[in-house]
């Protein structure tokens, strides 16, 4: 049987697998250790064993678990409702004022927990009722959150830039600044297109009535609860730009800090430690196995040749090295669909970047790319992770297909996003190459 019947066997088998509803790591770990096995004989299960050790001694990937602490501690001792607040005494009289607010918030918040569920959760259960109970349309009010909580995938700490680091043998440090720019770029093109679309619609996002607004002394009072989060971030931030520590260090040092906010905010309990490392072990235990089991799968199509079998397809299409890098952005855009980021990362990654080398791209740009795409992924039917997250949070009233309906608007907006940073690499690359080389 040829690599290319087997290769695209594999991926069938995978597919087939997974619309029966199995979760994404038993599917893709089991095809791995079934083709390996009926290739090689027990023999083939000796492939799997160093790339899966290997995975369990980075000392890259301990800063996921740190980080991920930092991010649940900062959620659940209530400074998003303290961000919230500020941003929506300061943006509340505007139209769509508060719902810029909550992209503003996301976009701190981001920089405080580098994955995408904690903004999204937070902002559904604080700034959601805030925003319905104001008249403002519930598409609008969804898909703003939904879309800014995805901006915890881009700004960092990312954990999506962490695991790149490890996959692609990247410095964790310049995909960190790769993403910072991006970052804002997209929430100024949320923020625009709120604006706009409020001042054509007044009715989908009402100012705040002039006897609720409040004086220029209160928004100064409500901006003291940005100070804890900024010391937070800058420290963890300045550490790594400074050469100080390492990204796993500089995660200690995050994690330490919000501990520490949490507490000089008086909202430092037993519990929320507790609630925090017990959500934690779930969601690392949960990016680790997914990990796992794709490096199972990849060693395997990897030791079949599919990293000459994809180049072979790439090159033999003749649409040079744009049509290629666009190629591969499309098979993102798709797979995002279906499959965690996680899973997408180790599956596609050790076939493109070759590619990308060979054809002269900065693999840091390209990262940049692939977490861009990833934030689309996680709002796109059917396995649109931010929409499960919402659905979790909304009231009853709003459906699924609601949901499905508010995100196209901000998925359109990531594409365009997405296309600028391809078009202008210098947005991704500039402040990485200033900082660290």
Known sequence: ?????????????????????????????????????FLWGPGGLSMLIYPTYGLSLTFL???????????????????????????????????????????????????????????????GLIALPAMLKRNYSKYLSTGTIQAGGALGLLIPPSIPFLVYAFVAQQSAGMLFASGVLPGLLLAGLYIIYIIVRSAIQPNL?????????????????SLK??????????????????????????????????????????????????ESLEKTTVVTAMVMWIALAAVCFGSIYTGLGAVKLVKDLFFGLGLGPWGIL?????????????????????LTVPLYLPIIKQLGFDPIWFG????????????????GLNLFYMKGVVPKEITMTDLYKSVWPFVV?????????????????????????
């Open 1 to 37: 049987m040829s690599m290319t019947v087997i290769t695209v066997l594999m991926f069938c088998v995978m597919i087939l697998l997974l619309l029966t509803g199995m979760p994404v790591t038993f599917v893709i770990g089991s095809v791995g250790v079934i083709f390996a096995f």
């Open 61 to 123: 990937l301990a800063a996921v678990p740190l980080f991920i602490f930092m991010g649940l501690i900062m959620q659940r001792s209530g400074i998003a409702d303290d961000l919230f607040e500020a941003m929506y005494r300061w943006a509340g009289g505007l139209r769509g004022g508060m719902a810029v607010g909550t992209i503003i918030v996301c976009a701190i918040f981001a920089a405080m927990v580098g994955v995408s569920g904690a903004a999204t959760v937070a902002m």
């Open 205 to 221: 996002a009402p100012a705040l009535p002039i006897d609720e607004r409040y004086s220029f002394k209160e928004k100064l009072r």
């Open 225 to 274: 609860s940005l100070i804890l989060p900024f010391a937070v971030i800058g420290s963890v931030m300045g550490c790594v730009v400074f050469g100080i520590t390492t990204i796993t260090e500089a995660s200690v040092i995050g994690a330490i800090g919000a501990l520490i906010a949490a507490s000089a905010g008086g909202k430092l309990t037993w519990k929320i430690v507790r």
């Open 326 to 346: 666009i190629c591969m952005q499309l098979s993102f855009f798709v797979l995002g669909m279906f499959l965690d980021d996680t899973a997408i990362m180790f």
């Open 368 to 383: 940049t790319l692939f977490v861009i795409n990833m934030q689309m992924a996680f709002l796109t039917p059917p396995y």
């Open 413 to 437: 907006i990531q594409g365009v996003g997405l296309a600028i940073v391809m078009m202008f690499p210098q947005i991704a690359l500039w402040l990485p190459y200033a900082l660290f080389k």
